[in-house]
């Protein structure tokens, strides 16, 4: 069995690395950046249309609005980063947001946080994906007639990807992002030299369409309301911000530094292509609807259901590319790209957050644990099948996808800059040098506006979002919220019932006597070796079991047993019904019952097999019985195994891989063998 899954895992993800070897995971910022920054990075290409959908509500004439837009974007966006930079520095272990509510504001806040941030990562690969099959659809009509089926598949590879580590992931996908970027700063390079020093018209493709405005001479609330909802769409620019603050332990030496640097070159950039696409989308004329089927006209006819609608950033590219060229097919396939790739910064933080919160015991101790490649492999593994449901449910459609989208950022933005206000405070108190209370204060002030400015986003991203989706967002919320406490209150719960008492206990008492039992089917060498093993214990009783199902084969065991002259007794218990497990059971719960200070052990023979099927053709009734027996108190079960010949073709399989690092090897960390402690003593 172990052959069957263990070299297709070797081929798929790699060998195992030691647990010594996780220094050479750690990520320098070049690598970082894509890594840990491909999400807000890539953003750019969907969140400006997101605007020019919202607004397209009032007309073409609600376009003028779209600069103001993009301005309190880039101040949120920049108010964010510099809140972030303090984070980074006054907590490096990685909690990031999470640590930062649980410290100052308490577990309830840190709870809420993570829930907020653990559905925002998921929504963070279910949109990316989404979108970048949009993308790729444009290009490619077989993707966007299987759009699921293309989704789920992109997220199976970005899972195999993130299995076999992460500077292993982030050197591939270093490059995407990288032409991605160079090749946006080209085009709004070159469309501004066209526009503004040669004085050329760009015309997009829907230059020519009209807009049937749903909502004519919006003014007053409407308007305003109109320019919110189109203010918290275009937020989604700033989703996986938080992520480095999450992921300040996979950087190098010195950490704090290399984290605060990567995200504040992660800000310019991204403010930059954000404004870049907005303001060259305004001088192309592009035209965009939510429902471009009939909203959209070209020479008063509407367009119809036929008609694709291609993201802003696509038709920016052809404005100043020309439709076709080299650099606009490049653009457009980093583009695609990039959105892919961007779901990998959830992929670095849902693992490392779901580690934290299973140290503190919100979740199942099985995500703390690094796999083969060093990567928290379960964490990577719950991630995937989370956003795969919800590509399935949504139909991989990046415009419903995107209205769960943002509320959870906001929610951990808002909590973790209240947080960092509460740390300043405390410090401020203790701190004496007017150097550093300098310093404080000026943090603070910068935390202070970033907790006041995140939340009256969320109030807006709630207010414009709700019933569009952001509901579900925040039942996810409740979902993680109520499943982690019910989690801790388990482990709480059995740590509890575990702790070894100060003075003398029931489970500290040595028992009055030791009651043996040795199971018998057959008189055969693994029952003669259980017999022997038994004796060895010398227990206070000793007898053999057998349950009598069949009055032939019964008498033929009795027969075997006394022309053997085992000196053991042989009790045979009758099952009427044919049944083996319930008569033994009751038996030992019998034993138990007449002297509750004795311990009974249970000896059961089981067969060693080398093949996989032979699993399935051995041990069953000893598998039944074990599980029957462990529900009852002051009882032991031990397995005497007797090896089979096809035994040692796994020992065979065993030695010829003895060279690499068996599964689970590298949660054991590094053993010293004899062999190496000889070689090292030389």
Same mark, same amino acid.
């Given at each position: 069995?172990?052959?069957?899954?263990?070299?297709?895992?070797?081929?798929?993800?790699?060998?195992?690395?030691?647990?010594?070897?996780?220094?050479?995971?750690?990520?320098? !910022?070049?690598?970082?950046?894509?890594?840990?920054?491909?999400?807000?990075?890539?953003?750019?290409?969907?969140?400006?249309?997101?605007?020019?959908?919202?607004?397209?509500?009032?007309?073409?004439?609600?376009?003028?609005?779209?600069?103001?837009?993009?301005?309190?974007?880039?101040?949120?966006?920049?108010?964010?980063?510099?809140?972030?930079?303090?984070?980074?520095?006054?907590?490096?272990?990685?909690?990031?947001?999470?640590?930062?509510?649980?410290?100052?504001?308490? *577990?309830?806040?840190?709870?809420?946080?993570?829930?907020?941030?653990?559905?925002?990562?998921?929504?963070?690969?279910?949109?990316?994906?989404?979108?970048?099959?949009?993308?790729?659809?444009?290009?490619?009509?077989?993707?966007?007639?299987?759009?699921?089926?293309?989704?789920?598949?992109?997220?199976?590879?970005?899972?195999?990807?993130?299995?076999?580590?992460?500077?292993?992931?982030?050197?591939?996908?270093?490059?995407?992002?990288?032409?991605?970027?160079?090749?946006?700063?080209?085009?709004?390079?070159?469309?501004?030299?066209?526009?503004?020093?040669?004085?050329?018209?760009?015309?997009?493709?829907?230059?020519?369409?009209?807009?049937?405005?749903?909502?004519?001479?919006?003014?007053?609330?409407?308007?305003?309301?109109?320019?919110?909802?189109?203010?918290?769409?275009?937020?989604?620019?700033?989703?996986?911000?938080?992520?480095?603050?999450?992921?300040?332990?996979?950087?190098?030496?010195?950490?704090?530094?290399?984290?605060?640097?990567?995200?504040?070159?992660?800000?310019?950039?991204?403010?930059?292509?954000?404004?870049?696409?907005?303001?060259?989308?305004?001088?192309?004329?592009?035209?965009?609807?939510? !429902?471009?089927?009939?909203?959209?006209?070209?020479?008063?006819?509407?367009?119809? *259901?036929?008609?694709?609608?291609?993201?802003?950033?696509?038709?920016?590219?052809?404005?100043?590319?020309?439709?076709?060229?080299?650099?606009?097919?490049?653009?457009?396939?980093?583009?695609?790209?990039?959105?892919?790739?961007?779901?990998?910064?959830?992929?670095?933080?849902?693992?490392?957050?779901?580690?934290?919160?299973?140290?503190?015991?919100?979740?199942?101790?099985?995500?703390?644990?690094?796999?083969?490649?060093?990567?928290?492999?379960?964490?990577?593994?719950?991630?995937?099948?989370?956003?795969?449901?919800?590509?399935?449910?949504?139909?991989?459609?990046?415009?419903?996808?995107?209205?769960?989208?943002?509320?959870?950022?906001?929610?951990?933005?808002?909590?973790?800059?209240?947080?960092?206000?509460?740390?300043?405070?405390?410090?401020?108190?203790?701190?004496?040098?007017?150097?550093?209370?300098?310093?404080?204060?000026?943090?603070?002030?910068?935390?202070?506006?970033?907790?006041?400015?995140?939340?009256?986003?969320?109030?807006?991203?709630?207010?414009?979002?709700?019933?569009?989706?952001?509901?579900?967002?925040?039942?996810?919320?409740?979902?993680?919220?109520?499943?982690?406490?019910?989690?801790?209150?388990?482990?709480?719960?059995?740590?509890?019932?575990?702790?070894?008492?100060?003075?003398?206990?029931?489970?500290?008492?040595?028992?009055?006597?030791?009651?043996?039992?040795?199971?018998?089917?057959?008189?055969?060498? *693994?029952?003669?070796?259980?017999?022997?093993?038994?004796?060895?214990?010398?227990?206070?009783?000793?007898?053999?079991?057998?349950?009598?199902?069949?009055?032939?084969?019964?008498?033929?065991?009795?027969?075997?047993?006394?022309?053997?002259?085992?000196?053991?007794?042989?009790?045979?218990?009758?099952? *009427?019904?044919?049944?083996?497990?319930?008569?033994?059971?009751?038996?030992?719960?019998?034993?138990?019952?007449?002297?509750?200070?004795?311990?009974?052990?249970?000896?059961?023979?089981?067969?060693?097999?080398?093949?996989?099927?032979?699993?399935?053709?051995?041990?069953?009734?000893?598998?039944?019985?074990?599980?029957?027996?462990?529900?009852?108190?002051?009882?032991?079960?031990?397995?005497?195994?007797?090896?089979?010949?096809?035994?040692?073709?796994?020992?065979?399989?065993?030695?010829?891989?003895?060279?690499?690092?068996?599964?689970?090897?590298?949660?054991?960390?590094?053993?010293?063998?004899?062999?190496?402690?000889?070689?090292?003593?030389?």
């Amino acid at each position: 069995m172990s052959k069957l899954t263990d070299v297709p895992k070797r081929i798929l993800i790699g060998r195992a690395l030691r647990s010594d070897r996780l220094g050479e995971t750690l990520l320098p !910022k070049r690598i970082a950046l894509p890594v840990f920054a491909s999400d807000p990075l890539s953003s750019v290409a969907y969140a400006p249309g997101e605007v020019l959908l919202v607004l397209s509500i009032a007309g073409v004439s609600a376009y003028h609005f779209s600069p103001w837009i993009a301005l309190a974007v880039v101040v949120l966006m920049f108010t964010v980063v510099a809140s972030y930079r303090q984070n980074v520095h006054a907590y490096p272990s990685g909690g990031g947001d999470y640590e930062v509510a649980n410290t100052n504001l308490g *577990p309830k806040a840190g709870l809420t946080v993570a829930s907020a941030l653990l559905v925002d990562y998921v929504l963070t690969v279910a949109v990316s994906i989404a979108s970048g099959v949009e993308n790729l659809g444009s290009a490619v009509p077989f993707v966007v007639e299987h759009k699921v089926l293309c989704a789920i598949g992109m997220i199976l590879l970005l899972t195999l990807m993130n299995l076999r580590g992460m500077k292993e992931s982030g050197r591939l996908f270093a490059i995407p992002t990288y032409v991605f970027v160079a090749g946006v700063f080209i085009m709004i390079a070159w469309g501004a030299w066209r526009g503004i020093v040669l004085d050329e018209t760009m015309k997009a493709p829907t230059a020519d369409f009209e807009i049937k405005a749903e909502h004519q001479g919006l003014a007053g609330f409407a308007l305003v309301f109109l320019l919110l909802r189109a203010f918290s769409s275009g937020c989604a620019a700033l989703t996986g911000v938080e992520a480095i603050s999450n992921g300040v332990p996979a950087f190098r030496k010195p950490k704090s530094k290399n984290a605060a640097t990567t995200l504040a070159l992660m800000g310019a950039l991204a403010v930059t292509m954000f404004c870049g696409i907005i303001a060259l989308a305004m001088a192309t004329d592009v035209r965009m609807a939510e !429902k471009p089927a009939t909203d959209l006209l070209h020479n008063g006819v509407a367009v119809g *259901p036929d008609y694709v609608q291609n993201p802003v950033i696509s038709q920016v590219a052809e404005a100043v590319f020309g439709d076709g060229s080299f650099l606009f097919i490049l653009l457009a396939a980093a583009t695609a790209l990039v959105l892919f790739l961007a779901a990998n910064t959830a992929y670095n933080g849902f693992p490392l957050l779901g580690s934290i919160l299973a140290q503190d015991r919100y979740l199942p101790r099985q995500l703390h644990t690094r796999g083969d490649r060093l990567a928290f492999s379960n964490g990577i593994v719950l991630l995937a099948g989370a956003a795969v449901l919800l590509i399935w449910i949504y139909g991989a459609d990046s415009t419903k996808l995107i209205q769960l989208y943002i509320v959870g950022v906001f929610v951990s933005f808002t909590l973790s800059q209240t947080g960092m206000v509460r740390h300043w405070n405390r410090h401020l108190k203790a701190e004496k040098d007017q150097a550093v209370r300098r310093r404080m204060f000026r943090s603070r002030a910068i935390n202070a506006f970033g907790a006041f400015f995140t939340g009256l986003v969320l109030v807006v991203v709630l207010a414009t979002k709700f019933t569009h989706g952001a509901w579900v967002a925040l039942l996810g919320m409740l979902i993680f919220y109520g499943t982690m406490t019910a989690i801790r209150k388990h482990y709480d719960r059995v740590a509890d019932e575990i702790a070894a008492d100060e003075g003398p206990s029931d489970d500290s008492v040595r028992p009055s006597r030791v009651h043996s039992i040795v199971l018998v089917s057959k008189v055969h060498k *693994p029952t003669l070796r259980a017999l022997a093993f038994a004796k060895l214990t010398r227990s206070d009783t000793l007898e053999a079991l057998s349950i009598s199902v069949d009055p032939a084969e019964t008498k033929a065991l009795k027969a075997e047993w006394e022309r053997r002259g085992i000196n053991v007794p042989l009790k045979i218990l009758d099952s *009427p019904y044919r049944e083996i497990t319930r008569p033994v059971v009751e038996y030992v719960k019998g034993l138990r019952s007449e002297n509750p200070r004795d311990a009974v052990s249970v000896y059961i023979p089981e067969y060693v097999v080398g093949r996989w099927y032979e699993h399935l053709l051995h041990n069953q009734s000893a598998l039944r019985l074990k599980g029957r027996l462990l529900f009852t108190p002051g009882v032991m079960v031990t397995s005497v195994p007797y090896q089979l010949e096809s035994s040692e073709l796994a020992k065979r399989r065993a030695k010829k891989r003895q060279d690499w690092n068996a599964p689970g090897a590298v949660r054991r960390g590094p053993v010293d063998t004899p062999r190496s402690k000889d070689r090292a003593g030389k």
